[in-house]
Antibody, heavy 121, light 112 residues
Framework: QVQLVQSGAEVKKPGASVKVSCKAS????????ISWVRQAPGQGLEWMGWISAYNGNTNYAQKLQGRVTMTTDTSTSTAYMELRSLRSDDTAVYYC??????????????WGQGTLVTVSS | DIVMTQTPLSSPVTLGQPASISCRSS???????????LSWLQQRPGQPPRLLIYKISNRFSGVPDRFSGSGAGTDFTLKISRVEAEDVGVYYC?????????FGQGTKVEIK
């Protein structure tokens, strides 16, 4: 069965960086993509970006351009999301979600369990 | 960015009764490839989102048939034919026709 298992909760200081991992299993990793979505406490969902596990192509939300990098390691079927220059309003649960296509970001299906990132001095 | 507007924001429902959630987009969600990338997600308390419906009306694997989606263009609806206790949570519509994908504000379904 398809599973996306994310890394554990993180506490970071303002200005630091965080790297969240998302390990996939139960499917051929390189035939799909991964999107990242975050949810601030008590708030709705915000799409952050997408990476093709097939060719490494990425698309990032404009507001995060320059601060976010998404990568994959096909040898371990793991996707990563790094966010730099953290601010207090980056405090959120970060989710990875599978994109059922190689070349585009137009859908998501299975979701990871989420990783809480807390930014606090 | 496309704005997704859901109504109502809260829906108290009696067990066994139907529920309906509306989602309206600020622009047509018909993609140049002919598909309409409108999905519905369920988020139970303390859980990650779960895909229910994709491309307007297609139920995802394992989703009970009491959930159905309909609509076209800019107006879409999620219906639950008979609400069960496990349906409590927040429901989001999501468009991924135009970059960037965007979500509705969420509709909280609770039992009366």
């Amino acid at each position: 069965q398809v599973q996306l298992v994310q890394s554990g909760a993180e506490v970071k200081k303002p200005g630091a960086s965080v790297k969240v991992s998302c390990k996939a299993s139960g499917y051929t990793f390189t035939s799909y993509g991964i999107s990242w979505v975050r949810q601030a406490p008590g708030q709705g969902l915000e799409w952050m970006g997408w990476i093709s596990a097939y060719n490494g192509n990425t698309n990032y939300a404009q507001k995060l351009q320059g601060r976010v990098t998404m990568t994959t390691d096909t040898s371990t079927s793991t996707a990563y999301m790094e966010l730099r220059s953290l601010r207090s309003d980056d405090t959120a649960v970060y989710y990875c979600a599978r994109v059922p296509a190689r070349y585009n970001w137009n859908e998501v299906d299975y979701w990871g369990q989420g990783t809480l990132v807390t930014v606090s001095s | 960015d496309i704005v997704m507007t859901q109504t109502p924001l809260s829906s108290p429902v009696t067990l066994g009764q139907p529920a309906s959630i509306s989602c309206r987009s600020s622009q047509s969600l018909v993609h140049s490839d002919g598909n309409t990338y409108l999905s519905w997600l369920q988020q139970r308390p303390g859980q990650p989102p779960r895909l229910l419906i994709y491309k307007i009306s297609n139920r995802f694997s394992g989703v009970p048939d009491r959930f159905s989606g309909s609509g076209a263009g800019t107006d879409f609806t999620l219906k639950i034919s008979r609400v069960e206790a496990e349906d409590v949570g927040v429901y989001y519509c999501m468009q991924a026709t135009q970059f960037p994908p965007t979500f509705g504000q969420g509709t909280k379904v609770e039992i009366k």
